[in-house]
């Protein structure tokens, strides 16, 4: 399966606990997304990469979340501290740059729950 | 902050009839998507007009754009059971050169068989 993958696909924590999610993106694409949703919601911007270059971020994404792409391929996204309106699901996407259009392939997500 | 707002929020229908939601959006665009999501599931991406284009079809779908009112419609026809998902639309500004998109609420459509 060479589509968008994302683990763990579920996650429970306790409040002030630190978190880590990895999403590897299709292999060409060179654009990663990190999108949040919760219940009844759309998908809501967090942050997103070229490379490996992070070239924005969401005033959604405070101090406590911190992503990474290293190396350009796999991505991380942590969160540290985790407070129960931290509950959601995390979704990664990727995509080809200079590609029209600028459709977006999501991975299943990773749905966190802070108690 | 969403940018769309898609209407109805939720609709049911019988199997075989035809589903319209309907998306509306605030400022100018490049494109405008819409994307479908089972319960708890990722975003399986579905159809995809540009802001030049005012119709557009692919197998059972439909989508039109009125980029002059900001807003777009999806046409679901012969509606399955299988078509039961959330439906989002999803637009990229314009002049933002492929960046984040803007989803909307969804509309949570149900096809009772």
């Known amino acids: 399966d060479t589509g968008v993958s994302q683990d763990p696909r579920h996650k429970i924590t306790k409040r002030g606990q630190n978190v880590t999610f990895r999403c590897d993106p299709i292999s060409e694409h060179n654009r990663l997304y990190w999108y949040r949703q919760t219940l009844g919601q759309g998908p809501e911007f967090l942050t997103y990469f070229q490379n490996e270059a992070q070239l924005e971020k969401s005033r959604l994404l405070s101090d406590r979340f911190s992503a990474e792409r290293p190396k350009g391929s796999f991505s991380t996204l942590e969160i540290q501290r985790t407070e129960q309106g931290d509950s959601a699901m995390y979704l990664c996407?990727?995509?080809?740059?200079?590609?029209?259009?600028?459709?977006?392939?999501f991975g299943p997500g990773t749905r966190l729950t802070v108690l | 902050s969403q940018q769309g707002e898609e209407d109805p929020q939720a609709l049911s229908i019988q199997e075989g009839e035809n589903a319209t939601m309907n998306c509306s959006y605030k400022t100018s665009i490049n494109n405008l998507q819409w994307y479908r999501q089972n319960s708890g599931r990722g975003l399986v991406h579905l159809i995809l007009?540009?802001?030049?284009?005012r119709e557009k079809h692919s197998g059972r779908l439909r989508v039109t754009l009125d980029t002059s009112k900001k807003s777009s419609s999806l046409l679901i026809t012969a509606s399955r059971a299988a078509d039961t998902a959330s439906y989002f639309c999803?637009?990229?500004?314009?002049?933002?050169?492929?960046?984040?998109?803007?989803f909307g609420k969804g509309t949570r459509l149900s096809v009772i068989a």
């Open positions: 999803a637009t990229d500004q314009l002049h933002s050169g492929n960046t984040p998109l803007v």
């Open positions: 996407a990727s995509s080809l740059e200079f590609t029209l259009g600028n459709e977006q392939f």
């Open positions: 007009i540009r802001s030049n284009e």
